[in-house]
Nanobody, 122 residues
Framework: QVQLVESGGGLVQVGDSLRLSCAAS????????MGWFRQAPGKEREFVAV???????YYADSVKGRFTISRDNAKNTVYLQMNSLKPEDTAVYYC????????????????WGQGTQVTVSS
């Protein structure tokens, strides 16, 4: 069993930066692929970024060049650095984990955090 806890969300204005953190516990963090998803009001939960066990990353087109995912296996923590924030980035952001292959598909992930709210005002 893996427990994930997100933190770092908040209210910011257009162009601001924010860093989200996801702390993992319960099992060996280094054996999991880690992803970030987000869900805006009235919309499906969508892929944002994923980081492989090796550290290789992949991003949704909507955030590429602005967001950076990273992991610190010694701290059992994954991060999402969010720069140049836009109103359309407003959503609840979720951390997720899965064994095996990395994935951009929501249903492939086994474990989820409770989410943290990010609101970007214009």
């Amino acid at each position: 069993q893996v427990q994930l806890v997100e933190s770092g969300g908040g209210l910011v204005q257009v162009g601001d930066s924010l860093r989200l953190s996801c702390a993992a516990s319960g099992r060996t963090f280094s054996t999991y692929n880690m992803g970030w998803f987000r869900q805006a009001p009235g919309k499906e939960r969508e892929f944002v970024a994923v980081i492989r066990l090796s550290g290789t990353t992949y991003y949704a087109d909507s955030v590429k060049g602005r967001f950076t995912i990273s992991r610190d296996n010694a701290k059992n923590t994954v991060y999402l650095q969010m720069n140049s924030l836009k109103p359309e980035d407003t959503a609840v952001y979720y951390c997720a984990a899965r064994q095996g292959l990395a994935s951009t598909v929501r249903s492939d992930y086994e474990y989820w955090g409770q989410g943290t709210q990010v609101t970007v005002s214009s």
